[in-house]
Nanobody, 114 residues
Framework: QVQLVESGGGLVQPGGSLRLSCAASRIIFRLHAVSWYRQVLGAQREWVATVSAGGGNTDYAASVKGRFSISSDHAKNTVYLQMNSLKPEDTAVYYC???????WGQGTQVTVSS
């Protein structure tokens, strides 16, 4: 019933910024917490950040704290991941997910390289 669609990935130089978007097919983000994960081919999927249903609480992995920011726009039914000061080790496929349910987006590729 519910679909999540990520967008905004691409190629960026080290130190640059990208903003990823996660759009839902129906209004859900007012009621459900949302997380971002990332995965490199052959590696374990890694949790990145979570925003609460009300948008008032956020949490980040140590590897991205201070550089990434997760936020919600309930009017647009969209969750964002603002990524600043990007490093080559941030290169991965990024996925959004409902925190408490097994609902995932299809992923968007982020490549950080000069």
């Amino acid at each position: 019933q519910v679909q999540l669609v990520e967008s905004g990935g691409g190629l960026v130089q080290p130190g640059g910024s990208l903003r990823l978007s996660c759009a839902a097919s129906r209004i859900i983000f007012r009621l459900h917490a949302v997380s971002w994960y990332r995965q490199v081919l052959g590696a374990q999927r890694e949790w990145v950040a979570t925003v609460s249903a009300g948008g008032g609480n956020t949490d980040y992995a140590a590897s991205v704290k201070g550089r990434f920011s997760i936020s919600s726009d309930h009017a647009k039914n969209t969750v964002y991941l603002q990524m600043n000061s990007l490093k080559p080790e941030d290169t991965a496929v990024y996925y959004c997910k409902l925190r408490d349910f097994d609902v995932w987006g299809q992923g968007t590729q982020v490549t950080v390289s000069s």
